[in-house]
């Protein structure tokens, strides 16, 4: 495989890399059996469950780097996942084109995120920390399912339980903007509804203390049109939108999620306004979708989801 590309943008350089003239090429292998051989064995490895192994990154002389035991990642990487998966060179490119869309089509602020390369080719996904300031001190995150009281440590199927509404319970108790952060919670679950993100479990949202000491929603992470990879069910959490499992009246997904909004504390006026906000993307998205780094075929599949989804809230 061929590197898509040999220079990050501008915009990527600010975002991503403090404007600093990064390559994206990584100093390693990547074999389809997993990592390459090079990759020093014990690194900075974050572990967490998913299709990917993630791996700690940091910057040194223009260079991307996996961190060496008990140094400083500012990055996170999750190498692409194996053959067993469709579409598996595509995932990175997937997620940050997700990614992108959430931060700058719908206004929700997110990891900053680039793809990077092996040194075989083979894309990774790269994304910058939002827990680590620039003096070096880390911010207290906690994703959802930590602070739910029903958590239990090692059940890894357990961050599927309950509901969307359960959630939002869960912000709304602990922030301390509980209306911005539900509405951003709203903005969130439906995105990942019309980008087709099966995934989006209670560790895929955390909150986190902000710049002012504010115990907030963190940026949006891991949202990636899973209906390319695998097929899975529309909502991650097994209850759904809501707690007693309510499912959606047929060709009423506009007047479930309206629902939903008005159960979590929100006004349906509020509901209906963001979903038609939202809904009106659908051009402007396909047309970014055309100019991404994914593939024609993953495009195609993509594009076919995402549609049937946008419809379903007309
Ligand atoms: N940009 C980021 N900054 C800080 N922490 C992050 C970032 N992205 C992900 N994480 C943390 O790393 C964990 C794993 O990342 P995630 O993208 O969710 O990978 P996976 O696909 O394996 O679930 C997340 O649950 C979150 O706690
Ligand atoms: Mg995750």
């Not at 692409?80 to 959430?102: I, K, Q, S, T």
């Not at 919670?185 to 710049?211: E, I, Q, R, T």
Request: proline share 5%.
């Amino acid at each position: 495989m061929k590197p898509l590309f040999s220079e990050y943008s501008q915009t990527e350089r600010a975002l991503v890399f403090d404007g600093e003239n990064i390559s994206p090429i990584l100093p390693y292998r990547y074999k389809s059996k997993g990592l390459g051989d090079d990759i020093p064995a014990a690194t900075g490895s974050i572990s967490v469950s998913g299709a990917q192994p993630k791996l700690g990154v940091c910057l040194k002389n223009g260079q991307l780097h996996i961190s060496e035991p008990g140094e400083q990642s500012t990055h996170i990487l999750k190498p692409c996942a194996g053959a067993r998966f469709a579409l598996n060179y595509d995932m990175p490119a997937n997620e940050l084109f997700c990614m992108n869309m959430v931060a700058s089509l719908f206004k929700i602020p997110a990891a900053p995120a680039a793809l990077c390369f092996f040194n075989d080719g083979v894309p990774a996904y790269l994304t910058r920390r939002f827990d680590l300031l620039p003096n070096g001190y880390k911010r207290h995150v906690e994703d959802i399912a930590s602070l739910s009281e029903t958590e239990v440590q090692g059940d890894s199927l357990k961050k599927y339980q309950g509901s969307y509404e359960q959630l939002a319970a869960i912000i709304a108790e602990t922030s301390d903007a509980p209306l911005l952060d539900l509405r951003t919670f709203f903005k969130l679950v439906l995105v990942n509804y019309l980008l087709c993100n099966g995934d989006a479990h209670a560790k895929n949202f955390s909150m986190m203390d902000n710049d002012d000491g504010a115990w907030r929603l963190a940026p949006a992470y891991d949202i990636l049109n899973t209906r390319l990879h695998v097929t899975d069910s529309t909502f991650a959490m097994g209850a759904g939108l809501f707690a007693d499992g309510k499912v959606c009246p047929k060709g009423g997904m506009k007047a479930h999620f309206t629902e939903w909004a008005e159960c979590i504390g929100l006004t349906a006026k509020y509901a209906v306004k963001e979903i038609n906000r939202t809904v009106a993307y659908l051009e402007e998205l396909l047309g970014q979708l055309k100019k991404s780094y994914l593939t024609k075929k993953a495009q195609s599949v993509f594009q076919y989801h995402v549609r049937h989804r946008f419809l379903s809230l007309k």
